[in-house]
């Protein structure tokens, strides 16, 4: 019997580190195709004293599902993040401003909940906002919906331990990022489905064994 509680403890146990490597490096994110904002010409910068992380450049169309995207006029997208050396981003911000169908000039705004990237360097990173206003607030959930933000070609060299940048001779407004911001494809992330099958297949087995 006590052999037993112990196996179980254990699987439980090794669901629950599962379900925590599934929110840490990288995200994996699957965003939905519609509602979605996408930018580019953004410039990263990452400055090593600081733990500054800062994404600057243009939200150039707002899909609505629909079938053609509107133009965001004046669109411009700002992303912050504070991720020091161990790369476990502690705070960060989004804003999306600009006028589309008669809305704005904040479109979208969130705080930083989660981040991941890639071990191995390159691209993407991957960012998780809960949404604080904006005029496109609720097409994306409302606020206090988590919304997820995938950017790439960010210069980054697989660590944060240096400065880094997206930038041509380090001038800016030369960087050519992109990033889509848009509700997750799969509101449940895969680490907690696992959880939930290990912790269902305990329950089974206690149920057989009373």
Do not use: K
């Not at 939200?59 to 004046?74: K, N, R, Y």
């Not at 889509?180 to 149920?207: C, I």
């Amino acid at each position: 019997m006590m052999m037993r509680t112990v196996q179980f403890a254990l699987l439980l146990a090794l669901c629950l580190a599962l379900a925590g490597a599934a929110q840490a490096t990288p995200l994996s994110l699957s965003l939905t195709d519609s509602p979605d904002i996408f930018s580019g010409l953004i410039d990263v910068t990452y400055d090593a004293a600081s733990d500054l992380l800062v994404a600057d450049g243009l939200a150039l169309e707002f899909d609505d599902g629909t079938g053609v995207p509107l133009t965001i006029d004046s669109g411009d997208f700002h992303l912050e993040a504070t991720i020091p050396a161990s790369g476990m981003a502690s705070a960060g911000s989004l804003s999306v401003l600009g006028s589309v169908d008669g809305l704005g000039p904040s479109l979208l705004t969130g705080e930083l909940s989660d981040f991941g990237f890639v071990d191995a360097g390159g691209d993407p990173f991957e960012f998780l906002f809960e949404i604080t206003g904006g005029a496109l607030a609720d097409a994306f959930g409302g606020v206090g919906s988590v919304l997820g933000v995938i950017l790439s070609d960010t210069g980054f060299q697989g660590h944060f331990a240096d400065n880094f940048d997206n930038l041509i001779a380090q001038i800016p407004g030369t960087g050519f990022g992109v990033a889509d911001v848009a509700p997750l494809a799969v509101p449940e992330p895969a680490g907690l489905l696992l959880f939930a099958v290990g912790l269902g297949w305990v329950q089974l087995t206690l149920r057989r064994r009373v």
